[in-house]
């Protein structure tokens, strides 16, 4: 039996469904996603497309790319991010925030270079991202 987990924006119009389990998931350290986020740091579950679906309210989604790594994805009504879409890794990072039950279970920092909010927490911490995801794949000290 497969995994689902869902989730939605901040006022509930857009609603989204992950299915299986993430590809991966941590923290970013990047200033798109401090910025974005309006946080020092950005909790993220990446998932392959197919296993993202909207459920209700993509009308709703409206999208931004400052770049062409990130296409992110937030609802018109409430503002609330809902997704980032990362074409060129091949993967969808739909916040680790918006899915209560999701087991979310870090696995790695990345971007960490760029880090505000420096994290004790054993976990590996990746200059930028691993090799296989386009990456340098150094990790720096904790």
């Known amino acids: 039996m497969s995994e689902h987990h869902t989730g939605g924006c901040f006022c509930g119009v857009v609603q989204v469904e992950v299915e299986g389990k993430p590809e991966a998931m941590g923290y970013c350290h990047c200033e798109s996603c401090r910025h974005w986020s309006a946080g020092p740091v950005n909790a993220f579950t990446l998932w392959k497309p197919e296993a993202v679906r909207i459920t209700r309210g993509e009308d709703a989604l409206e999208s931004f790319e400052k770049t062409r790594a990130s296409r992110r994805r937030w609802c018109r009504h409430c ?62 000290e904790e």
């Open 79 to 140: 503002g609330g991010h809902v997704l980032t879409e990362h074409p060129g890794m091949g993967l969808v990072d739909v916040y680790a925030a918006l899915l209560p039950d999701l087991d979310f279970t870090p696995q790695l920092h990345v971007h960490y270079q760029e880090s505000v909010l420096r994290i004790p927490d054993g976990l590996p911490k990746m200059k930028d991202v691993p090799a296989e995801l386009g990456g340098s794949g150094e990790t720096l």
